[in-house]
């Protein structure tokens, strides 16, 4: 693959007339984008501003497009806005994008042919396009050492921003001493997320606007010669993941994560007094999840600059910048658990909390798997062999283990009726768990404390269902014959 950009693409950009045109266009859809979407509800918003995009790569690009392939481009368009606005969701969404990118192929990347050619091209218009909004910007402005200073920070400032995001949603602890601080005016309307969506809108557009595409040499292809290369980059450049920007980034993170681990470790772990208006729940419950979904970033982030046999991983620098900073994930995954522990014990146990515990320590393994593929030297397709491996021993054995009944079990000995302090039992959650919870059931309301005939009639449905399940041998299975076991001798002790 070598760059290509179609000829009259490039005249188009480099008519000065037809230049401020896009940029133009660019903050124009921005501003749609903001009145349709931020802090809004998407329906067919999602619709309209696929349209308006539409009509901004027309403008921007009408001469040079191929005139005779604009209707069936137009008509498959239209056909992907269809299911949007039947119901905008994930499904309508994927084909709103796939019918806007096969549609500008259509119609603007001429020489590009095949099947595997146009998915790379799809590929290379969502995924790298949108990095191109800041490289034409930093060009435009002809300073080579602006132009490397972006590309070097771009991905350390990003991700950093967003794990910073991540910090304070997790951290009420943080989000207070950031509420102390008393930013302008401007800045209270304008915000970091506002800020953010207009670099993301920005950046989704422009690849429409202008034009750029990545292709093999029709002429090459038609003549069997070798495909030109590009010549080999000096060792100075620098990229979005070269070892500078890797560098950079991993320094940061490091910083950032350091914050919230001493949090973790004066609070969680070492039971630190919180302020009087922050409670151990709180803290516990908010940042549960989201250092999951931050471990979850720095793992993939490990895995696209750490290439195996790249000059990253062979960095004598980068390397333990590296294990310390997994090392940190590792106890922030361990903290989440933690968290999880305390808030199960004020608000009891569900079917959704013992998967974020076993999905929490597969995160956890995971993150251990990557070091070991680092130190170890060991390829990707190891990596993903060992994960694969992992999550099937994982799921055998969660296949064996009978969580309705750990569930009720766990919801009834440390409910409020009988340690006296805690959640009430819900029995509505116990029924729900089927006829593995009876034995907590029965444990926590003997039959003449039922009061509530509609919950006397659920559990005598949940009995009727275990006793047809044990009359059918189709039926059978141990974990039903070791109830039935149970709930005869309840039975035979209560009569006797």
């Known amino acids: 693959m070598t760059e290509f950009s179609s000829p009259a693409f490039e005249s188009s950009a480099r008519t000065p007339s037809a230049f401020p045109v896009k940029p133009a266009l660019a903050v124009a859809l921005a501003v749609l984008a903001d009145w349709l979407f931020y802090g809004e509800p998407v329906g067919i918003s999602a619709v309209a501003f696929s349209l308006a995009l539409v009509c901004g790569t027309l403008l921007t690009n009408f001469t040079a497009l191929e005139h005779k392939r604009l209707l069936p481009a137009g008509l498959l368009i239209l056909a992907g806005l269809v299911p949007a606005i039947e119901e905008f969701n994930l499904a309508s969404l994927a084909f709103i994008v796939l019918a806007l990118g096969v549609g500008l192929q259509l119609t603007t990347n001429r020489e590009v042919h095949g099947l595997g050619e146009r998915a790379t091209a799809l590929c290379d218009l969502y995924l790298i396009g ?45 989000e207070k001493w950031i509420s102390l601080i008393n930013p302008a005016v401007i800045w209270s309307h304008l915000g970091v997320e506002r800020v953010l969506f ?3 809108a920005l950046s989704t557009v422009w690849p429409f606007l202008h034009v750029w595409w990545r292709s093999r040499s029709e002429a090459a292809a038609k003549t069997g010669e070798p495909i030109p290369q590009a010549p080999p980059a000096p060792a100075r450049s620098v990229g979005f993941f070269g070892v500078a920007t890797i560098l950079r980034s991993l320094v940061l993170f490091n910083l950032l994560f350091a914050l ?20 151990y729940a709180s803290y516990a419950h908010r940042g549960a999840y989201p250092l999951i979904v931050t471990a979850l970033l720095a793992a993939g982030f490990v895995l696209v600059a750490m290439k195996p046999g790249g ?18 994930n ?12 305390v808030y199960v014990q004020i608000y009891l146990l569900t079917w959704w909390r013992i998967a974020a515990f076993i999905w929490m320590l597969l995160v956890a393994f995971g993150l251990i798997l990557i070091v070991a593929r680092i130190a170890l030297n060991r390829s990707d397709e ?19 283990i009978n969580f309705a009944a750990i569930i009720a079990d ?27 919870a009876l034995p907590a059931i029965d444990k926590a309301f003997t039959p003449r404390g039922w009061s509530d005939l509609s919950l006397v009639s659920r559990r005598n449905c949940l009995v009727e269902q275990q006793q047809k399940d044990m009359a059918s041998w189709r039926a059978w299975g141990f974990r039903s014959w070791r109830l039935q076991r149970t709930l005869d001798a309840a039975k035979n002790s209560t009569t006797g």
């Open 330 to 341: 590792v106890l922030l995954v361990a903290s989440s658990i933690l968290r999880l522990d």
């Open 260 to 279: 919230q681990t001493v949090l973790d470790v004066a609070y969680l772990w070492g039971n630190v007094a919180l302020p009087s208006d922050v409670s």
């Open 410 to 436: 766990y919801n009834v000995s440390h409910s409020r009726e009988v340690t006296g302090q805690g959640a009430p039992i819900d029995i509505n959650y116990l029924l729900s768990l089927g006829p593995q």
């Open 311 to 328: 000059a990253a991983e062979r960095s004598t620098v980068i390397r333990p910048l590296v294990y310390l900073w997994v090392a940190q």
């Open 382 to 400: 190891w990596l993903i062999r060992a994960n694969l491996l992992t999550l099937t021993a994982t799921l055998y054995l969660c296949s064996l």
């Open 198 to 200: 207009w670099l993301v």
């Open 130 to 174: 949108p990095f191109r909004f800041f490289r034409d910007a930093a060009r435009s402005l002809h300073i080579p050492a602006l132009i490397s200073g972006v590309i070097i920070w771009f991905i350390p400032v990003v991700l950093g921003g967003l794990f910073a995001t991540l910090f304070v949603s997790a951290n009420p602890l943080l």
